[in-house]
């Protein structure tokens, strides 16, 4: 376990981030007022989420002996997802009981005003048990996405 706290720090860290992005979303209006936007602006996440793994993976790379190579870059990213993919309940929770506990009813409302869904549609979709689903299966197959082409750059050849 010991050998892989940065891994676990930096996936709390993402998961931290992922936090203050939905504040920042929620305090935007992105999840009552402009919710008509949410599903455009929430993506600007993903620039933040590549720069964590590439700080992460710097980071780790710097406090390792070189070389670091492509496969140890990408079990480090991997075990980044894991964590982060963990922690995914634990932070769709507090986005819903804390950040944003309307957030479901608001985008039902909207989703069946539009005529994009069905109440029952909506329903079935914009729910916390789907939520926390969603967000640990796309955790981990974007962080595992990211670390593959992240690590090409942060890789380091032998000598």
């Given at each position: 376990?010991?050998?892989?706290?940065?891994?676990?720090?930096?996936?709390?860290?993402?998961?931290?981030?992922?936090l203050?992005?939905?504040v920042i979303?929620?305090?935007?209006?992105?999840?009552?007022?402009?919710?008509?936007?949410?599903?455009?602006?929430?993506?600007?996440?993903?620039?933040?989420?590549?720069?964590?793994?590439?700080?992460?993976?710097?980071?780790?790379?710097n406090?390792?002996p070189a070389?670091y190579?492509?496969?140890?870059?990408?079990?480090?990213?991997?075990?980044?997802?894991?964590?982060?993919?963990?922690?995914?309940?634990?932070?769709?929770?507090?986005?819903?009981?804390?950040?944003?506990?309307?957030f479901?009813?608001?985008?039902?409302?909207?989703?069946?005003?539009?005529?994009?869904?069905?109440?029952?549609?909506?329903?079935?979709?914009?729910?916390?048990?789907?939520?926390?689903?969603?967000?640990?299966?796309?955790?981990?197959?974007?962080?595992?996405?990211?670390?593959?082409?992240?690590?090409?750059?942060?890789?380091?050849?032998?000598?």
């Open positions: 376990m010991k050998q892989y706290q940065q891994e676990i720090k930096w996936g709390v860290i993402f998961s931290i981030a992922m203050v992005w939905m979303e929620r305090v935007a209006g992105l999840h009552d007022d402009m919710i008509d936007k949410h599903v455009i602006y929430t993506n600007g996440f993903a620039i933040v989420a590549i720069a964590v793994y590439v700080f992460a993976l710097r980071s780790i790379r406090n390792r070389p190579t492509y496969k140890e870059a990408f079990i480090s990213g991997v075990i980044i997802s894991l964590v982060v993919a963990v922690l995914s309940p634990l932070t769709q929770w507090i986005t819903h009981t804390f950040i944003t506990p309307n479901f009813d608001n985008m039902i409302a909207y989703t069946v005003s539009s005529g994009q869904a069905t109440l029952e549609e909506a329903q079935a979709y914009f729910n916390f048990s789907s939520y926390v689903l969603q967000s640990v299966i796309f955790a981990f197959v974007m962080g595992v996405i990211t670390t593959a082409i992240v690590a090409i750059f942060i890789r380091q050849k032998p000598h």
